[in-house]
């Protein structure tokens, strides 16, 4: 196997980061993976510390419960829309070219995010978010993929891509809780800045370019229908969560299906196309695909409860919350890391699903013992050894069966799967949350029709609109929500639990060795 790299538009002496007798990557390969590292702590960084901002988000715009799931889910939901063309175009032009120009414009709108001056222009930052995210993720991956040619230290380095992920998350909460007990709300997306600004000065001299030297035409129809395929369904998720069968929602699913079954069928006429969709013939890059959808399934979809649960009913400081879910986030790390010498010896279809049935077992310790602050410190640490174990594994599945030129295409596979896992963690987790909580919410006499429509929306509207009421009223609205919306956290716990056992035998079906491989 040799790598595509192309040293012409690297630095001198990039080209040293691989041995030209060897496969196996020198100490500047490392230097570059460090590198690599900075977007992805940013991009993980992003994702939690907006959970923990939230409550604070709801109260400050008196959200209502589809704005605050938009302003969760817009960012990674454009993010997957884009990440097949992004990882298109950078196989085109250049991975780390794109990564700069997507480092310049996630910095200038999460700026404008820090400073919205409403919820609706959150949302529209939080787009804009998306669409630089977007570059910056295929690129770190597929550029890792092309550094390192050895399967096993690409494995150890896809191990700390992963365990990148997992630092970020467990940075988000404790730097976004300490911002959060001095500054306002928004002070959590400047986080993003200094990072970025190191990462600009680093990237050009460390990171070597890597590009496809034979790339397809750039399809510009085809990035519209990957967007198209996206979009469509999520909303209608949202909607019949909160609305229930409606023709809205009805004819948002078909056209998102229409538009993902011509994108398919575009891909498969075209000889150079955006996303090589036979790759989902091979049956282990497809379960490899969805046991990363659904890792990352479970832990958006724990986080978008538990933040809330431990600041809004147990009164715990976003600071005190973040240090309560620190050891289960820590652990995603050590298992992401503690996995590599384990898959050498045994396979892939047997690690998955044990690394599933512990995310399992998370989401049932929830629904059958409740949501005291050990009960969700001890599930979240469950979770963590679940999703730290098969993001690894299932990462370097999905790069292993793809040619270094098409890294791009294969990151991006991989990126889409995190992100549509993390959309679809909030939308029907979040959605299903929402519904429970409104339907079991009973309000006290004498409210407002505003009153009641912020109440009745969110939490985070109820604990507003009990501030403004006598003792006794505040008393029972307060009672009211927070037992409407533990209701809904042992429902979602429950499918929640269902789900990653049957994502489990996916990945023991799916992962296991045939007479092909």
């Known amino acids: 196997m040799t790598s595509s790299i192309s040293t012409s538009a690297s630095p001198a002496g990039v080209s040293s980061a691989l041995s030209p007798a060897s496969t196996r990557t020198g100490v500047r390969g490392w230097i570059s993976l460090a590198v690599l590292m900075l977007p992805v702590l940013l991009v993980a960084v992003d994702n939690t510390v907006l959970s923990f901002a939230i409550p604070a988000i709801s109260l400050a715009f008196a959200t209502s419960g589809a704005t605050q799931l938009w302003i969760i889910d817009s960012y990674p ?95 988000g909460p404790l730097l976004g809780g300490a911002l959060l007990e001095h500054f306002w709300w928004g002070s959590v997306f400047l986080l993003a800045v200094p990072v970025l600004v190191l990462m600009l000065i680093l990237t050009p001299i460390f990171v070597p370019e890597s590009r496809d030297p034979n790339p397809g035409r ?40 229409t538009a993902g079954v011509v994108f398919v069928r575009r891909q498969l006429r075209r000889p150079g196309p955006m996303l090589d969709v036979r790759l989902f013939t091979v049956r282990a890059f497809t379960g490899a695909v969805l046991v990363n959808l659904l890792a990352i399934f479970s832990l958006v979809g724990f986080l978008y409860f538990v933040s ?25 790390i050590a298992a992401g890391f503690a996995v590599v010498p384990v898959v050498k010896r045994v396979p892939p279809h047997i690690v998955v699903p044990v690394s599933l049935g512990f995310s ?41 069966t793809v040619p270094p030129a098409k890294a791009g295409a294969a990151s991006a596979v991989s990126e889409t799967a995190y992100e549509v896992g993390s959309v679809f963690g909030t939308a029907v987790l979040g959605s299903i949350l ?23 929306e969110t939490l985070g509207g109820a604990v507003n609109t009990a501030a403004q009421l006598p003792a006794g009223n505040a008393a029972a609205l307060l009672e009211s929500a927070f037992s409407a919306f533990d209701s809904g956290v042992i429902l979602t716990s429950g499918i929640g639990a269902v789900l990653m056992v049957l994502a489990a035998g996916l990945g023991w079906w799916s992962l296991r060795p045939t007479a092909a491989r």
């Open 308 to 332: 809330q649960h431990l600041q809004l009913i147990l009164g715990y400081s976003p600071l005190e919350a973040g240090a309560i879910l620190l050891p289960g986030l820590l652990m995603t």
């Open 218 to 257: 750039i399809d510009i129809l085809s990035i519209g229908l990957s967007v198209a395929a996206m979009l469509p369904v999520v909303y209608a998720i949202k909607d019949f969560a909160m609305e229930g069968p409606n023709p809205v929602a009805i004819s948002a699913v078909v056209v998102g299906l």
């Open 434 to 456: 929402l519904a429970s909580y409104q339907a079991h919410l009973s309000l006290p006499a004498g409210l407002s029709a505003g009153q009641v429509a912020e109440a009745t």
């Open 360 to 400: 399992a077992a998370a989401y049932a310790f929830v629904a059958f013992t409740g949501e005291s602050a050990m009960a969700l410190l001890f599930a979240f640490i469950l979770l963590g050894i679940g999703v730290g174990a098969s993001e690894t594994v299932s990462n370097d599945l999905i790069l292993s």
């Open 77 to 171: 939901l454009v993010l997957a829309g884009l990440l097949v063309a992004m990882g298109s175009l950078g196989d085109r032009f250049g991975r780390r070219r794109l990564l700069i120009i997507g480092a310049w414009g996630f910095a200038a709108f999460s700026v404008a995010a820090a400073f919205a001056p409403s919820a609706g222009f959150l949302v529209g930052a939080r787009v804009g978010l998306g669409i630089f995210g977007a570059m910056l993720m295929p690129s770190t991956l597929s550029l890792i993929r092309n550094i390192f040619t050895d399967r096993d230290q690409r494995r150890v380095a896809i191990a700390v891509w992963a365990a990148g992920f997992s630092a970020g998350a467990a940075l």
